[in-house]
């Protein structure tokens, strides 16, 4: 695939997600509205044809409702939730980086010049070799001088230019909303999946981009080796992300992203037409129940 493909693999995926999980909310909101007109037509047209009490039937309709709606809107409900304590999450996470920022040496600075990432980067001294994008709105990237230590100028470069890919893209953002759609609207198994194939069509196409940028692979594999090399003090933080799909991919393998089983697929949409079923049956009872004779409608 070319960098092109894979940042449309990564464009499909997430609008996948946002639509599946858009699905729920909308078929929430049709219960709702469906839950206030076709019941009470069916009231009204039972009421007339005669005194017997119907109760059965509309209860469940209205169970069947309930649960559309309370599922849709506590997904929701949920998702918003973990967006908004992520966030705050990473703003308190944004305030401690930048308490621990240290000044870079002369040799790094030139390099963020040359790469106009100068108020782009935090240095944080820590032991650590640690390389990733902190931030959602006005994303950032975070490495430790013992990254700086580890790695050669320009496997350094192959780092920056992997990370300013995700920066340029918005990737920080668009990851966490995949990620946290598919913890929230759990019961649409098919999110869970989409959320994988999102974040490893993005780590691909952020390397396609530094090897364009620097015109081959060595630099980026040799910085991936020795990060997951035995004597690393610690993995270095997202940029790390897919490392065995992405090494393998730059040793010249052919990869693929993690495909979307078939049974999730149909759980997926089994669970999307299990919450229209409610919807569809009041709509249906509302128009036919007025047509049947005087005595069907009094024993159904």
């Known amino acids: ?53 119907w109760a059965v039937l509309p209860l469940a309709l209205q169970v069947g409702l309930v649960a559309s709606v309370a599922g849709g809107l506590l997904a929701a409900g949920f998702w918003v939730g973990t967006v908004v304590r992520q966030w705050r999450r990473t703003g308190a996470a944004e305030r401690s980086v930048a308490r621990r920022a240290v000044a870079p040496p002369p040799r790094f600075s030139q390099l963020l010049e040359r790469h106009a990432l100068a108020d782009r980067v935090i240095l944080i001294d820590d032991r650590r070799p640690i390389a990733f994008s902190i ?123 993690p495909a979307v089983p078939q049974r999730l697929k149909a759980g997926s949409g089994t669970a999307l037409a299990l919450m229209s079923l409610p919807v569809v049956a009041v709509y249906g009872l509302a128009e036919t129940l007025p047509r049947l004779p005087f005595l069907l409608r009094c024993t159904l």
């Not at 070319?2 to 219960?31: K, M, N, P």
């Not at 952020?206 to 040799?222: C, E, F, K, N, R």
């Open 135 to 257: 931030g959602l709105a006005s994303p950032r990237i975070v490495l430790s001088t013992a990254l700086l230590t580890l790695l050669e100028e320009d496997e350094l470069e192959a780092v920056l230019l992997h990370e300013q890919s995700h920066l340029r893209h918005q990737d920080p953002a668009r990851l966490l909303v995949t990620r946290t759609l598919g913890t929230a609207f759990f019961f649409i198994p098919v999110l869970k999946v989409l959320a994988k194939r999102h974040e490893a069509a993005v780590e691909l196409a952020a390397d396609d981009d530094v090897i364009a940028a620097q015109g081959q692979t060595l630099s980026l594999a040799s910085a991936v080796v020795k990060l997951l090399g035995p004597n690393r003090p610690a993995a270095a933080g997202a940029f790390m992300a897919g490392a065995d799909l992405r090494l393998l991919r730059l040793l010249g393998e052919q990869v693929r992203l």
């Open 1 to 53: 695939m070319t960098v092109d493909t894979y940042r449309q693999e990564a464009a499909r995926a997430f609008a996948a997600a946002i639509s599946a999980a858009g699905l729920v909310v909308v078929l929430s909101g049709v219960a709702i509205w469906a839950g206030d007109t076709g019941l009470r037509q069916l009231a009204v047209t039972v009421a007339h044809a005669c005194k017997r009490q």
